[in-house]
């Protein structure tokens, strides 16, 4: 919406002058940084993603390895009292 309302002002402003005024100019310039940094954004989340996939299957892992080493520990409590 900010966007949309800077450019009504450029376009407002250049119809008055007839050529790019330097907030036209400057205005590019800031759309140029805006579209960098929504694909930064969009890269970042895409980094993020991949990273909590990651988490969540070591956090898998790690819950198998724990119910595996409980199952060895009952097991050998059972093997001690049978003796």
Known sequence: ???????????????????????????????????????????????NEALQQNVDQKESELEALEKEFEESQQAEDTEENEE
């Open 1 to 47: 919406m900010k966007k949309l309302m800077m450019i009504v002002l450029v376009i407002g402003l250049s119809a008055c002058s007839g050529e790019a005024s330097q907030a036209e100019k400057d205005l590019e310039a800031i759309n140029g940084d805006i579209s960098e940094l929504e694909e930064e954004i969009n890269d970042l989340q895409g980094d």
